[in-house]
């Protein structure tokens, strides 16, 4: 049986592990907060490009750019993975979730891949394993920028336009509620027809005839890098708002458990001093009982 210093040691160490947690999820909290006000500044632009682009694409050969151009699937392709994780831990399962689509991925794609890794924790999982890293960016989420997606974004399309990969994919969290994050696998490059040509957004804006100044070659040379780094800027911020959804969420239950715990074992250490104390009036009562 623990002694009582013992007990109220663990009871000491749990309550300032209950302190930090709950100072963790209250900077979640706030980060989450203003996660999400970034996400919905950025949504009406991205919205906006692939209506625009749905318009024209639906009039133009495929072959107007290299970013439309679909190769064929042969033994010999191969497929750039963006896999988006966080660069911290304490946040449940995210950065598990997102790590295992991308294992599955390269287990069940069966092309030749090579990774592009964002966040710490995808880097130290996938490069400790030995996987073929094309490119890796770290630390990006402490002042996240548009920047840091143009730059991933235009080592995805160097990579593709070289012939270097035949494919681009983004595996990242999708924030969609506080308590929801749900793993996405999409193609960024070659851009699909049906994405920019009969998606949600281009459907209802297939039938406008637009006026070209400059002409289209212009303005696809144009606007497609730019669309695939807003792709990528909008993964990237939808990934940062789930981190710190699930990091609040996890922080949360740490808390609560972190409360049960304390309560348990205040619950005991009551008993064991209790026993104590019954067994000195004991010992007493038996002494006197001998004199």
């Known amino acids: 049986m623990p002694s009582l210093i013992d007990l109220r040691r663990r009871v000491r160490a749990v309550k300032n592990t209950q302190q930090i947690t709950k100072a963790m ?8 907060r203003r996660a999400q006000e970034r996400i919905m500044n950025a949504r009406p632009y991205a919205v906006q490009m692939q209506r625009v682009l749905g318009g024209l694409a639906a009039r133009v050969d495929p072959a107007i750019h290299p970013l439309l151009v679909s190769r064929p699937r042969t033994a010999d392709s191969k497929t750039l993975v963006i896999v988006v994780t966080g660069d911290k831990g304490l946040c449940g399962s995210f950065n598990t979730n997102v790590i295992k689509a991308g294992g599955n991925y390269l287990a069940e794609s069966g092309e030749k891949c090579v990774l592009g890794l964002v966040g710490k924790k995808g ?15 770290s630390g990006i989420f402490q002042k996240l920028q548009y920047e840091d997606a143009a730059t991933i974004g235009k ?13 681009v994919m983004l595996v990242f969290n999708e924030f969609r509620s506080v308590i929801s994050q749900r793993v996405v696998v999409d193609q960024l490059l070659p851009i699909g027809r049906e994405e920019v040509e009969g998606g949600t957004a281009g459907a209802a804006t297939a039938q406008i005839d637009y006026l070209y100044e400059p002409s289209a070659q212009e303005i696809f040379n144009q606007l497609l890098p730019r669309y695939v780094e807003v792709q990528v800027y909008r993964a990237l911020l939808e990934s940062n708002a789930a981190f710190f959804a699930a990091q609040m969420t996890a922080m949360d239950t740490a808390t609560k458990n972190s409360g049960e715990m304390i309560s348990s074992l205040t619950l ?6 209790q026993a104590a104390i019954t067994r000195e009036i004991i010992e007493v009562v038996s002494g006197a009982s001998a004199l």
């Open 268 to 273: 005991y250490m009551n008993k064991v001093r």
């Open 155 to 167: 080592l995805a399309i160097e990579a593709f336009t070289s012939g270097e990969v035949d494919r």
């Open 123 to 137: 880097r130290d999982f996938f490069g400790r394993r030995g996987f073929p890293i094309h490119f890796d960016q």
């Open 25 to 32: 999820k209250m900077v979640a909290a706030s980060k989450l």
